[in-house]
């Protein structure tokens, strides 16, 4: 759990605009941000006219805005999304100076792929970034966008749908662990999400994408595949569950369906896996400890 971690939170409060104004007015922050000076006094108009606790509608006009907060839920940085069309931009910061150099960048950059190509449904992403802002242009170009066109001050950067798909399937994320599921398992849960597509599955879809597909009578015994049986280790708390489809979840008996939070995160893991996973408010610490029952092991190839 040393990688590098970074999620993306669609809630913007009122304690979040009072630091995004902190890290618009540092020069070094902004030196590269093109609409700096315009954001700096829109999110001061809005602090004075508003007396909200959550200004996330604000933030989203014309697009939709998002917190990045590390493994500690700190927050670190912004990633905004703008869709127009079939195309998406986006626009990254990392606010404060004492985070560069983490590899937090390209963590968001990741983030941000995972929204705009299972969520928002684009076709491409590009980012267009100053022709000086070296960190920023290799934290594009090592996750994998290539150069669309260019002038004498700015570089646009383009990932297509396609070539995102083949790189999370080829070459994932270093911050990203390997996760294996049955031919079975992938086929219902792709059916399911032919049917359940929105914000609530768009996770559990970019998991079924990048998973390692296996012949259920090879998978490993100790792997969570569906209808297993696993305790888990979240933060400090230990947990017994069942990972089941929705129709048969019940969250007093255990069973957790594979659209939740924690059902999502935990399909295709193994025992001994320990990994990061923002839930809705907070990001958790998850750790596969035993599988109890797994179909495939016990020979139950049709659960």
Known sequence: MNKPFISLCPEITRADALMLM??????SVTRYLSDSR?????????IGRVQLPILTHLFNQGGRFFMAYDRHDEPVGFVRLVKTGRDCEMVLVIGNRDNWGRK?????????????????????LIAKIHADNERSLKAFLRSGFSLDHETPTLKSFVMSAERYLRLLRDNPAPHTSDIVITEIDKARL???L???QGAETFELAHEIERAIVVDPRQVADDVVTMNSKAVLQVDDEEMEVVLVYPEDAD????????CSDIGTAILGYKVGDAFNWRMR????QIRIDKVLYQPEAAGHFHL
């Open 22 to 27: 902190d890290w618009l007015e540092d020069e």
């Open 190 to 192: 792709q059916s399911l």
């Open 251 to 258: 969250a007093h008996a255990g069973k957790l369906s594979v």
């Open 104 to 124: 937090l960048g390209a963590s968001a950059i990741h983030e941000g792929m995972k929204l705009a190509f299972f969520d928002m449904r684009a076709d491409r």
């Open 194 to 196: 032919d049917i359940e």
């Open 38 to 46: 315009h954001v700096s006094r829109l999110i001061e108009q809005v």
């Open 281 to 284: 408010h907070r990001t958790r």
